[in-house]
């Protein structure tokens, strides 16, 4: 059975078809989470620090919590600066200030101390790389906080608190847009390198295609077998062709996106002459290798795809190498090369003679 992959074309109903339209949105830019963690430092008032030590005195054991104060939340855009990153045009360094309110409770076996319930304010800066073009806007949120109080780490009449704050950042501008569309989400943080003096002014806001939004892949593709198999290996430039079991699983662009690509390969080789009198006769060639990286496949009529890409292999008893591989598929075979600084496998799977092979490839649909 065909491997089933899901299309990213909606069902449409009539009598509504499909077909152009202009919409008045706010369009994001550019969209990243950032999360800060740190410990600060709150000093305990006068009256809360004394009937802590009088607690402590009489043998009792003193707790705290901390929790964040409703509706108290801030962010502030306090400037930007041009960045100097190669190929991404248009970046810049975008400075935030995010505050909280925390409140803390201090318990005298588990009884409120009174006078020991306070408030103190938690504030991050946060330098970010954003697309942020002139004529769009920042619109940043924390959308939650957590807190603990560390109370082995008292010093004096000050005690430490734990706080984690996760933030949403969104570029947006509003716009006029004739569209087609896909669920998305935020990108990875890019490292912040040295400033550049200045970044040519733009008149209208500009995307950054550089690195958002992502691509969709133009197909899609995946392929499945496990079971007793005959591969090529050469090692040491010495040509072998093992059998044995092989489990093999992969998906190019699954959901049509890149990021929704895996590879997964294991090969346990049947020891014993294979023919007889080759140099593998007491070889063990069996090996474990994983895809880690995959570039934009090639496509052909949604009848056949190329992908290429980088990944590791471990081979038995060995130590794991970098590798390289390409994989080719078609509607009934499936081809994957893996290249290490030592070795070479080429693993031909066909319907034909790998019975529970199935492979499957597909365009992607998009609005034409």
Known sequence: MKKKIKSIQGQQVAPNPIGPECIRVTKVYDWVVLTNRDRNKVPIPDECFAQIEACRDDGNIVTATCMEVLDTRRCDFVGAVPANIPDVPGAQIVTLAFHVHIRIQFFCNGVALPGCNFVVPVSFVDDVVLCFPEG?????????????????????????????????????????????????????IIPIPELEANCPPLRFPQQCPAFFPTLNC???????????????????????????????????????TLSGSSIQVSFVDTLGPTPI??????????????????????????????????????????????ATFTLALTDITATLTITTPTTTVVIALTEATNPGFSVDVEDCDRFV
Request: aromatic share 6%; net charge negative.
């Open 136 to 188: 769009t806007e920042i619109n940043c949120n924390i959308f939650d906080v957590q807190c603990n109080v560390l109370l082995n780490q008292m010093l004096g009449n000050m005690v430490v608190i734990d706080v984690v704050m996760c933030k949403d950042v969104q570029v947006e501008a509003e716009v006029k847009l004739e569209v087609e569309a896909k669920f998305c989400g935020p990108r990875d």
């Open 277 to 322: 009198g080759t140099p593998d006769d007491d070889l063990d060639q069996s090996f474990i290798f994983t895809a880690t990286d995959f570039r934009q496949p090639t496509c052909t009529n949604g009848t056949a795809l190329t992908v290429t890409g980088t990944g590791t292999f471990t081979p038995s008893g060995g130590v794991t190498e970098n």
């Open 218 to 256: 133009e197909c899609q593709g995946a392929a499945e077998f496990t079971g007793t198999a005959t591969i090529a290996y050469t090692e040491g430039g010495i040509a072998a062709t093992p059998t044995g079991e092989l489990d093999l699983t992969a998906l190019v662009c699954d959901q049509c």
